[in-house]
């Protein structure tokens, strides 16, 4: 098992072989082999194509204003505050209410575009929801619509359950309420 011991202490040497190994008898391949790649080196075939996230359809319909009269006749005589609404809980609460419908108001009074900066939130909403683009393009429902649209995008998030008129902040704090852990009682005995 171990090699044997001389004299002065030290292993014996072995002797140098005899012969080379077999694979020296070889002569050097000229090059090394070509790397092969697998076919489906992803494990994907390249002809594959991702299935598209399924969209789903709005809650209502373009032209349902009149299902919440109280928001129709908001949003039609003073649409800034409408879309500031929606646009505080589109932007999860990283700008004001207030900011966004001042925004809105401006763009409005000095271009008439304000369709052009709600087109924007519409387009986020329609893809946190995986909503539809329907009836047609966001900007083109804005422009044509902008009041019906407002007053859709409103309809829609009351129907998933927000509280639109309490915002972002307030909404959370609702959700949350449930889960707060109630204050804990001092332990052991005190006197």
Known sequence: MYPPISS???PSKS???SAPPQSY?????????????PQYATGI???????QPVKVKWSSSLCACCSDVPN??????CPCITFG???EIVDKGNTSCGVHGTLYAIIEALTCCGCLYSCVYRTKMRSQYGLQESPCNDCLVHF???????????????HRGFDISIGWHGNMERQN???QMPPMAPTGMNR
Request: glycine share 4%; hydrophobic share 25%; aromatic share 10%.
């Open 85 to 87: 609404q929606i646009a």
């Open 177 to 179: 309420y449930g889960v």
């Open 15 to 17: 002797p140098p072989p």
């Open 45 to 51: 075939p390249a002809h594959f194509v991702a299935p």
């Open 144 to 158: 044509c619509c902008e009041r019906c649209a407002l007053c859709q995008e409103y309809r829609e998030l009351k």
């Open 25 to 37: 008898d070889q002569p050097p391949p000229s090059r090394p082999p070509p790397l092969q790649v």
């Open 72 to 77: 129709c006749c908001l949003t039609c005589w």
């Open 8 to 10: 002065e202490g030290y």
